[in-house]
């Protein structure tokens, strides 16, 4: 069974930064594509980036593009968001998953809030 803890949020200003990381175990990492997804309260989780297994190729919200960029590190078995150019509306819990997600793998999430 795959384990996923995020952490790496907090308070950040307009226009500041984070890097969220997730640390994976319990599966062969190596062999899974995977993504940061986003929720508010009272909204859908939401998908904000998508690394294939390899690294090779990555996918964005068009919300995202140009200021979030997903890394990935097999041999940490670990994958990392950094977020540049935060904006209020990039408010949100993040979670870490198997891309394309898996239900079963869902994290506690890790809280970012961008003030204005």
């Known amino acids: 069974q795959v384990q996923l803890v995020e952490s790496g949020g907090g308070l950040a200003q307009a226009g500041g930064s984070l890097r969220l990381s997730c640390a994976a175990s319990?599966?062969?990492?190596?062999?899974?594509?995977m993504g940061w997804f986003r929720q508010v309260p009272g909204k859908e989780r939401a998908f904000v980036v998508g690394?294939?297994?390899?690294?090779?190729?990555?996918y964005y919200a068009d919300s995202v593009k140009g200021r979030f960029t997903i890394s990935k590190d097999n041999a940490k078995n670990t994958v990392y968001l950094q977020m540049n150019s935060l904006k209020p509306e990039d408010t949100a819990a993040y979670y870490c998953?198997?891309?394309?997600?898996?239900?079963?793998?869902w994290g506690p999430g890790t809280q970012v809030t961008v003030s204005s």
């Open positions: 690394i294939t297994r390899s690294g090779g190729s990555t």
């Open positions: 998953n198997t891309f394309p997600p898996n239900n079963d793998y």
């Open positions: 319990g599966g062969t990492f190596s062999s899974y594509g």
